[in-house]
């Protein structure tokens, strides 16, 4: 009996609203898009209190992409379906613990270096080697960072030894 019972149907898959990438895509677009028409009700800062853009206007514009990137995801799961594993790979506790270092090191030293020494783990993690890549990401993303959130939001990165240096200057 318990053989029949795990059976998909005679072999007939299931409606695309049983299978877990549709679950999970499903769940991260649905709090999304209550997130973002919770947006909707933010204040409008008067124009000579604003620094860069509004402030309703980056968890709108993030909540989109993560919408439009959940889609995109989900889209190509269906062409290409999940392996479902055991446990999981190394590189995930890897990429874990180096979100607790980013932490720490963004509090104690610096937001930038943090940054820095993040995307240098994760990539080395996931496997990349070559230590002129490492390099190019560990300085080229934090400086696309820094220049995203400094010029066109306005906004200014917390106190800490590298950016103490910029601010100075």
């Excluded at 999304?32 to 853009?53: A, E, Q």
């Excluded at 590189?91 to 720490?104: N, Q, V, W």
């Excluded at 104690?108 to 890549?133: K, M, N, Q």
């Amino acid at each position: 009996m318990n053989n029949v019972q795990n059976k998909k149907r005679a072999n007939k898959s299931l409606p695309f609203f049983f299978k877990d990438e549709f679950k999970v895509s499903f769940v991260i677009i649905f709090i999304s898009i209550i997130l973002l028409i919770n947006t909707f009700t933010f204040d409008i800062v008067p124009p000579i209190l604003n620094r860069g853009i509004q402030p309703a206007t980056f968890p709108k514009g993030l909540l989109v992409l993560i919408i439009t990137l959940t889609s995109i995801i989900y889209y190509l799961s269906i062409k290409k379906p999940w392996e479902i594993k055991k446990k999981l790979p190394k590189p995930f506790f890897f990429t874990l613990l180096s979100f607790f270092l980013f932490i720490f090191v963004s509090k104690t030293l610096d937001f930038f270096l943090a940054i820095s020494l993040l995307s240098v783990f994760v990539s080395y993690f996931w496997g990349e080697r070559r230590i002129f890549y490492l390099i190019l990401v560990s300085v080229i993303f934090p400086i696309i960072v820094f220049i995203f959130f400094e010029t066109i939001l306005g906004l200014r990165f917390p106190p800490g030894v590298i950016t103490n240096i910029y601010y100075q200057v």
